[in-house]
């Protein structure tokens, strides 16, 4: 019985003082280096002028999360100072954002897209106006919040039709019209024209952006949505969008078959002529090898428009809540990382992002991002509307809309409207 | 209760009930304050109380309501195929046949692939291998693209969280028949009981507790069910598959409603709660103490 | 007769076995194609077995690292469940009283709360301990398991609970008679008796634990302290997967569970046996 007695006491205590205090193996919070290469470069780094806080990262592109953690070793090297990369996966990135600010947790730098996903996160934004690297932003690219430049963006993107230039001529795609004869043609030919895909962006998100955007004043014309003010169904924009994306129904492959993945892969395979996609896209080459064809970007053609869609789809920003110290460190980290040599190659080379900073120049571009560059660079562009959408409206009200159209034979483009007139009175309210 | 039973009491209960409060009922408490507030989640943004106003506009959801019988509807159906088919296993398994060990690992397997991962490679075959089925044998009715019809979409969360739980019910339910005691079965075959007899009238019995707990489990977990949710419908097509947690989430943190998803969380537990908790004393009430 | 009657019962469970197991067909074969492969199908054979990304995987996660904070987190969670939720559950059994009745009943409805609904308020708790006891919770592994031990309690308990009933109580009586205290009654007689059940709960809660991805993802977050499925980020982007790295990482993940669950269910079998009481 003594045994026991003893082994039992040793568990409670162990129990107690182990779940209370915390278990061996942990951190003592973020201030103590990780464990593994962080650790070693710092003793090796020349001595900087003045040792500054160690500073956290949290952001939301999965795709240049491992260049940014050797970009974070570089910086280490060169100043001395510690950064620490955070992980996440897309989809989760803004709920995690959300439970990491709610606990106090960091991040010292977080990213965040523009429109509500900015606004509902401001109380955090640390004032940006009067750090250097602001004035090096392109016009209207930065984030504003109340008037303050808050952001600095990732890098400009752009979407439209992604076509292949050895099936397509873009002067067959210019109207309705023409836009149609060249589906049919396709269909013809034993190809599919265009292909949207299932994912509610690209099924309904970016395609859905032209109508608004084609708008005198786009975010007037949300605000008059969200009252009840105006009807897409009774805007002229809308009912030609309708026209096309009943034309698109008629004559290509239901998207609701087609995944991200498919419809990229049909597309270098040469069995899909063009896509609504973004110059992200082209990534997605990578192992097809050659593709033995041209591709371009050109606009929707919808209501005459001639202009591609581009925006910024993410900025980084500084948490005000951090201490001051730390907001300190931050900001030395955003200004290495647009200002220093190794800091615009990374971005350029690494990222690959088209910059949006007008001391960054563009280099080793891929034919569709040269495309928006290029547009983003005269100026013919259209906005990205869908960034005053009301938060969340895309994914939950009005992907589902866009379903039903694309399941239901009998559904017409003018009734789509209609309930994706119903849909957005409901989210808006 | 003397006093040093008290003491034990507490000594053997208290550290586990301390955790379980302060991870457990501190958050939930937390959050039906929350429910009587209009507040997006962003601790410095306003909280407005708003009373019984984010309880009120639930019943105007018909969102909601359409997901709480969506939930239902797939909880009834799961509830019976994970069990049937755990029992089954179970049973199977425990016979002294030379490939039941194999077997048994090779139910339980679907188990440890977790939670996000395995609706993506669900869809793999309720698109990629159906379609090709569909195309060998002409049988184009059964084999399509299940997630792309709203009831059959239904169906396949459902075969996807049997094809889960299964397993785990299984082992359940082997622990449950390992403690009948071999003597008791001899004994009846000896008496001429046929399988069905010694089925019904003593493993079954015994196996209450295992009732109990299967059921209960796989109440909570198809209730609860996430995950799969997300990763192979996403709540689609046109929301004919949006369950309760999912649509909970999406009030949270797609819309930023926070009051309103706590207040959708509080009322669907009340009601769930009530059900489950009739459904375990009734079970318990059956269970024999050996 | 009979003996043909066991081959073909043998038969069409290994076939029902290996029809149940298809879906882990997929996630091997598409470990081993570059995305055009995958393109051309995904359900056919890779045309090669090359374990490069595998390699790129492991490489990616910092696998070694990554699967000790697992381990770590793991076994610990695991030992402390299995410890205070069997004596909690005991006492609850035990001591038929109101107060046990309500507890019992509270931590199973608590099971049916969705955890999404938690996490925002849980994340609000642990600040506060963090900044008013100076306890750290939250991006260590103790505060982790401590979080493991608070959401996994309930079901440790009812499991236990629902088999306390096999536990014999006459053995308890005449322990207590030759005068046994109530740890000495629970971790000489009860404990071992309940061996099956606890080997169910601790596999239950190791592949649970393994796989989890939300609490970690809220908690963590150096990459130091990352598990293994936490380290699987870099392969699932907004609207794309690096399938075959998702795919060699979900199989790399998998694997210890496996072996760990192929030894523990052969201990369940044995345990039966010896644990009977003499």
């Keep these: ?429 | 209760m003397k006093r040093k039973d008290k003491g034990w009491f507490a000594l053997f209960t208290v550290p586990l009930l301390f955790i379980f409060t302060t991870v457990v009922i501190i958050p939930f408490i937390i959050g039906i304050v929350y429910s009587f507030y209009k507040w997006d989640g962003i601790p410095a943004n306003p909280k407005i109380f708003v009373g019984f106003n984010n309880f009120v506009q639930i019943f105007q959801d018909d969102r909601f309501i359409a997901s709480a019988w969506n939930t239902v509807k797939f909880t009834v159906f799961a509830l019976i195929a994970v069990n049937l088919l755990g029992l089954v296993f179970s049973l199977i398994v425990t016979t002294k046949l030379r490939v039941s060990n194999a077997a048994r690992t090779m139910f339980f397997m679907p188990n440890l692939i977790g939670g996000l991962i395995l609706g993506y490679i669900w869809q793999f075959i309720f698109t990629d291998a159906f379609n090709f089925i569909g195309d060998k044998t002409g049988l184009h009715s059964i084999f399509f693209n299940w997630l792309l019809d709203p009831q059959y979409a239904l169906y396949a969360m459902v075969i996807v969280f049997t094809w889960q739980m299964a397993g785990y019910t299984m082992i359940i339910y082997i622990a449950g028949i390992q403690g009948v005691p071999d003597d008791l079965i001899e004994a009846a075959k000896v008496d001429g009981a046929n399988l069905w007899h010694r089925l019904t009238r003593i493993i079954f019995p015994l196996l209450m507790p295992s009732f109990t707990i299967c059921l209960f489990l796989t109440l909570s977990g198809a209730f609860k069910i996430f995950d799969v949710n997300l990763s192979l419908t996403k709540g689609g097509p046109s929301n004919a598959t949006e369950m309760f947690a999912m649509n909970i989430y999406n009030e949270i943190f797609g819309y930023g409603h926070y009051g309103l998803g706590q207040a959708k969380a509080i009322i669907f537990f009340l009601v769930v709660a009530i059900i489950t908790l009739t459904q375990v004393i009734i079970t318990k009430k059956r269970e024999v103490q050996m | 007769m009979k003996q043909i009657g066991k081959y073909v019962s043998e038969i069409l469970l290994v076939v029902l076995a290996v029809a149940f197991l298809s879906p882990v067909y997929i996630m091997v074969v598409n470990s081993f194609k570059n995305r055009a492969e995958l393109y051309q199908s995904a359900l056919a054979l890779p045309s090669s077995l090359s374990f490069q990304y595998y390699a790129q995987a492991m490489d990616k996660m910092n696998f070694l690292t990554a699967f000790r904070n697992s381990l770590f987190v793991t076994v610990v969670s695991v030992l402390f469940i299995v410890i205070l939720s069997s004596m909690t559950a005991w006492m609850l059994v035990r001591t038929n009283n109101r107060l046990s009745q309500i507890i019992f009943m509270t931590l199973v409805a608590t099971m049916l709360i969705p955890f999404q609904t938690l996490m925002m308020p849980l994340m609000q708790v642990m600040d506060f301990i963090r900044t008013n006891f100076h306890i750290p919770m939250l991006n260590t592994h103790g505060g982790l398991i401590y979080m493991n031990v608070g959401f996994n309690a309930s079901m440790a308990v009812f499991l236990y609970h629902g088999f306390m009933k096999s536990v014999p109580i006459a053995l308890e009586e005449a322990a207590t008679l030759d005068g046994c205290s109530k740890f000495g009654v629970f971790w000489r007689i009860v404990f071992p008796l309940l061996k099956t059940i606890t080997v169910t709960i601790a596999i239950l809660d190791v592949i649970a634990l393994w796989n989890d991805y939300l609490l970690p993802s809220l908690t963590l977050a150096d990459k130091g302290l990352r598990t293994i499925p936490l380290s699987t980020f870099y392969f699932f982007g907004e609207f794309t997967i690096v399938w075959n790295l998702a795919m060699a990482g979900l199989t790399l993940t998998v694997i210890p569970v496996v072996i760990f669950y192929v030894f523990s269910q052969k201990y369940i079998i044995k345990g039966i046996a010896a644990g009977a009481v003499k």
Excluded: R
Aim: glycine share 8%; proline share 5%; hydrophobic share 40%.
């Design chain 1, 1 to 429: 019985m003594k045994k026991v007695k003893k082994v039992f006491g040793l568990l409670t205590a162990t129990v107690l003082i182990g779940a209370l205090v915390g278990c061996g193996g942990s951190n003592s919070g973020s201030s103590s280096p990780s464990a593994s290469a962080s650790g070693s470069a710092s003793a090796s780094a020349p001595a900087s002028a003045e040792k500054l806080k160690k500073i956290t990262i949290f952001q939301s592109k999965v795709e240049i999360a491992q260049p940014l953690e050797d970009l974070a070793k570089k910086y280490t090297q060169e100043t001395g100072n510690q950064v620490e990369v955070w992980g996440s996966a897309g989809d989760a990135y803004l709920t995690q954002l959300q439970a990491k600010l709610t606990s106090n947790q960091g991040p010292s730098i977080f990213s965040i897209g523009p429109g509500p996903e900015a606004a509902k996160f401001k109380s955090y934004f640390y004032d940006l106006s009067n750090e250097p690297y602001v004035k090096n932003i392109a016009p209207n690219m930065d984030l504003k919040e109340d008037g303050k430049t808050v952001g600095v963006p990732y890098g400009v993107e752009g979407y439209g039709l992604v076509y292949n230039k050895s099936l397509v001529d873009p002067k067959n795609v210019t109207d309705l019209a023409s836009f149609t004869k060249t589906l049919q043609d396709l269909k013809a030919k034993g190809k599919n024209g265009l292909s949207l895909s299932q994912e509610a962006y690209f099924l309904i998100g970016h395609i859905i952006n032209t109508p608004f955007a084609l708008q005198p004043d786009p975010q007037a014309f949300i605000d008059k949505l969200n009252k009840g003010e105006v009807k897409m169904a009774d805007t002229k924009e809308f009912q030609e969008f309708g026209k096309f994306i009943d034309a698109i129904k008629a004559n290509t492959i239901n998207p609701m078959q087609v995944k991200y993945d498919s419809q990229m892969g049909d597309f270098a395979t040469g069995k899909t002529a063009m896509v609504h996609q973004g110059n992200w896209s082209y990534g997605m080459f990578k192992d097809y090898g050659k593709l033995g064809f041209d591709v371009g970007m050109m606009p929707f053609p919808l209501a005459g428009n001639n202009k591609l869609a581009v925006g910024v789809a993410s900025n980084w920003v500084i948490n005000g809540k951090a201490d001051p110290d730390e907001i300190k460190a931050a900001s030395a980290f955003l200004n290495w990382l647009f200002t220093s040599d190794t800091g615009k190659n990374a971005i350029v080379n690494d990222f690959k992002f088209i910059p949006a900073m007008t001391n960054i120049e563009a280099a080793n571009l891929d034919p569709l991002s040269k495309t928006v560059y290029d547009a983003a660079k005269s100026g013919q562009t259209i906005p990205w509307a869908t960034n005053y959408f009301p938060q969340g409206i895309i994914i939950n009200d009005l992907t589902p809309v866009a379903q039903e159209y694309f399941l239901k034979k009998d559904m017409t483009g003018q009734q789509f409207l209609q309930k994706l007139d119903a849909a957005w009175a409901k989210a808006s309210k």
